[in-house]
C-alpha cells in the first residue's frame, strides 16, 4: 500500500472517531472545557508519539512551534471544533455534516491555490467545483 493510501486512512478513521466525539458531546458541557480537555488529550498522544518523529538536529523544538503557520493551524483547529460542536447542537446532521463543511472549505480554498500557491485551474476542475455546488445544495436542503 502506498504511503498517501495508508495516510488517506488514517485521516478519514481519525476524523470518522472525531465526528461520532463531536455528535455525543453533552449539549449542557462547556464548550472551552471540552475543547481544552481534547487538546490536553491531543497534547499527550502527541507527546507520546514525539520519539518516533526525526527533527532537523539544528532546529529547536521552541523554533519549529512558535512560527505563524502553527499559530494559523491552532486558530483553525478552535473553529473547527467550535463550528462543529454548536453545529450538532443546533441539529447538524452526523451524515452530512463533515461533506458540506469539507465540501464549502474547498470552494473557500480555491482562490488561495490558484492566486498563493500557483496552483493549476481546468474544465475538470470547474466540473468538480459545479458538482460540489450542486451537492453542497442537495446536503443543506431539508
Not at 5 to 25: E, P, R
Not at 36 to 49: E, I, K, Q, T, V
Not at 76 to 84: D, M, R, Y
Amino acid at each position: 500500500m502506498k504511503p498517501f493510501i495508508a495516510f488517506l486512512f488514517i485521516a478519514a478513521g481519525g476524523n470518522a472517531i472525531y465526528h461520532i466525539g463531536q455528535k455525543t458531546l453533552s449539549a449542557t458541557a462547556n464548550p472551552m472545557i471540552i475543547l481544552m480537555g481534547a487538546y490536553g488529550f491531543a497534547f499527550l498522544l502527541s507527546a507520546a508519539a514525539l520519539p518516533f518523529f526525526q527533527s532537523p538536529a539544528h532546529v529547536s523544538c521552541g523554533t519549529q512551534a512558535l512560527q505563524w503557520p502553527v499559530a494559523a493551524l491552532g486558530a483553525g483547529a478552535f473553529l473547527i471544533e467550535i463550528g462543529f460542536l454548536f453545529l450538532y447542537r443546533t441539529g447538524g446532521s452526523l451524515q452530512w455534516s463533515g461533506i458540506a463543511v469539507n465540501g464549502l472549505a474547498a470552494l473557500m480554498l480555491i482562490p488561495v491555490a490558484i492566486l498563493v500557491y500557483r496552483e493549476t485551474f481546468s474544465v475538470a476542475r470547474i466540473m468538480g467545483i459545479l458538482l460540489t455546488l450542486g451537492g453542497l445544495a442537495l446536503i443543506m436542503r431539508k
